[in-house]
């Protein structure tokens, strides 16, 4: 059984149901985020490709790449002779980011695929990223190994999510998240249950050091650990050698 926010449900039907979540609010996806994190979220984002440091003519690879944030910073940094694929298992949140990042004047590849069973070949990428994504995966395991698989030797793995806040912070951010959050989706996107899950599924992810393990088993060496807002959110970087 997986955990869909605090709800034990079959693999298929966690897939299922984390299909509906953001079928439903991907209109509004990165208004409610602007709105939710007072837009910090850009400034994590930016902080994540920039601890990456790739280098003009790099291979990206950006897993759960939703509305092209990050995409769109990654193709900024490796420049023309760099390639950048934008992925992500639900159709409707791949179309929005594609149509947001044409209208900014960036033409990506874009693939629609399931993190745990990625379709590329070992050792294509220099990085690859996944930013606040992986709490959704079903199988968190099988998708940290295939990042390993699909990096080149000398390549660094970013995985961007919400993490375990500091405690004395614990009892405002959990009132925030199950009393703001709903009531924001309702007014904003229409769908209270969506962000309901949402501030639930943050609770029932890997914590810091946990995640760091994770990677680690996987295969990733030499794994750091960002804390921002005081783990609020939480940079993991992992290396292969």
Not at 20 to 29: C, P, Q
Not at 103 to 132: E, K, M, N
Not at 176 to 203: C, H, K, M, Q, T
Not at 231 to 240: K, N, P, Q
Request: glycine letters at 10%; proline letters at 5%.
């Amino acid at each position: 059984m997986e955990s869909f926010g605090y709800e034990k449900v079959p693999p298929d039907e966690k897939t299922r149901r984390v299909r509906g979540v953001f079928d439903s609010v991907a209109g509004r996806y990165d208004l409610m985020n602007d709105l939710m994190s007072g837009g910090l979220h850009r400034l994590w984002k930016r902080y994540a490709v920039m601890t990456a440091h790739v280098r003009p003519g790099a291979r990206v690879l950006d897993l759960a790449g939703g509305t092209g944030d990050l995409a769109r910073l990654f193709a900024h940094r490796v420049g023309p002779g760099g390639t950048v694929v934008h992925t992500d298992i639900n159709g409707t949140m791949l179309a929005a980011g594609r149509d947001r990042l044409l209208d900014a004047g960036v033409a990506l590849p874009t693939a629609q695929c399931d993190a745990a069973a990625l379709p590329f070949a070992a050792r294509t990428f220099d990085c690859v990223s996944i930013a606040f994504g992986l709490r959704n995966v079903t199988h968190k395991d099988r998708a940290l190994a295939e990042m390993r698989r699909v990096l080149k030797p000398g390549g660094t793995a970013l995985v961007l999510e919400f993490s375990r806040v500091a405690a004395p912070l614990a009892p405002a951010y959990d009132w925030y998240s199950f009393n703001v959050l709903p009531r924001l989706g309702r007014l904003v996107a229409g769908d209270a249950d969506s962000y309901r899950y949402l501030a639930e599924s943050i609770r029932m992810h890997p914590d810091q050091a946990t995640l760091k393990a994770m990677m680690e088993q996987a295969g990733f060496e030499d794994v750091e650990v960002h804390n921002l807002m005081a783990g609020v959110v939480a940079l993991h970087v992992g290396r292969v050698y």
